[in-house]
């Protein structure tokens, strides 16, 4: 394997970053647990506190398991609009170290620190120097990974973190430095779960042949590993043991695809609730794919019955689009040839074929500022200056879209 060049790779990680958002706005909850996500039965935490991480709430839970665990919490549904306006201002603050930023989420990003050096010091201090102006100017914290690729980095910022015990919450070390002299002391002390990609099935095929930390698999052979996982997967599962990334930082990615969707607290079998619900959820995906800077030529509309059984529709545009009436029109037609007696658990509607950057072929009444193009910006610039549910459009608002449903864009 190459050698490991410097520790020039940081993975920076807010602690709890949906929790410690609402905490910013509601000083009062500090020190309580504080779960953030669906708060309905039929909801699914997107973050806790680690006070709340005490009781053995963490993300991907369903919430009627969380208030069980941790009846004494606060559940608060969650923001997300909020939530982007605080990491829009978070990875500003990345770049002002290097543009070599690549955001993973809304809280987590690696930079590429190689040519901030001159300027701002040694990768350690660089991180510190984060972390210090984060809680000065946003009254947040980070966790801080530093190593030479991304793998590391990322593993470095996990041991980085605070760490919720049933005793308390113990503070983190806040940065991990990982050494290329001490990269693979500190990879192949880990267990073999830390690695990407090794799930519950490769860990129990790991476990039959002897591997439960990383040093264990590096001690593998890589036929055997071939013969046990394939030749892809086998041969993966040797270089992460052996620390080996090459993987760049890329400071931008166009997205793949975007989408919206919602479970609604209750099954609805309404055909003219579910319509308006496409309707607003077309609104908020034209909104977000103008902001990204991106048309979108495949519109899939995705349901969920109350039996778990999930159906996807999709149809290609006769022409790319970031405006909301034929992103809605288009998923309004794929409900209408869908059976919903039923009842509808969950609604989405998604954009594919995304065209970065390429504009939008108008027709010539739309063009040049015409009456598509104009309407988008001026609700684009209401809802960045008072928020996105200042204005929605005529016939969104329904029984499918009670207060408390949990939205995931």
Known sequence: MPQLGAANVLHVDMDAFFAAAEVLRR??????????????????????????????????????????????????????????????????????????????????????????????????EIAGRIRAELARTEGLTCSVGVAPNKLLAKLASEQAKPQATPGGVRPGRGVVVVDPSEALVFLHRLPVRSLPGVGPATRRRLRDLGAGTVGELAALPTDTLIDAFG??????????????????????????????????????????????????????????????????????????FGDFRTLTRSRSLARATAHAPYIARAARSLLEGLEVDAGVRLLGIGAGTLTVGGGEQLTLDEAAGGPAAALGEALDELRARFGSEVITPAGARSPATPEGAERAR
């Open 27 to 124: 000083p009062e909850l500090a020190g309580r647990p504080v779960i953030v996500g669906g708060t309905g039965d039929r909801g699914v935490v997107a973050a806790a506190s680690y006070e709340a991480r005490r009781f053995g709430v963490d993300s991907a839970m369903p919430t009627r398991r969380a208030r069980s665990l941790c009846p004494g919490g606060v559940f608060l549904p969650a923001d997300h609009d909020y939530y982007r306006q605080l990491s829009g201002r978070i990875m500003e603050l990345f770049g002002r170290y290097t543009p070599l930023v690549e955001a993973l989420s809304l809280d987590e990003a690696f930079l590429d620190v190689t040519g901030a050096r001159r300027l701002f010091g040694a990768p350690a």
């Open 231 to 304: 030749t892809a997967h086998g041969r993966r599962l040797a270089e992460l043991a052996a620390a080996h990334d090459p993987r760049p930082v890329v400071a931008w990615r166009a997205p793949k695809s975007l989408s919206s969707e919602v479970t609604f607290p209750h099954d609805i079998s309404d055909r003219s609730a579910l319509q308006a619900e496409a309707l607003r959820q077309a609104d908020a995906l034209a909104s977000r794919l103008r902001e990204a800077g991106c048309t979108a030529g495949t519109i899939v509309l995705k349901l969920r």
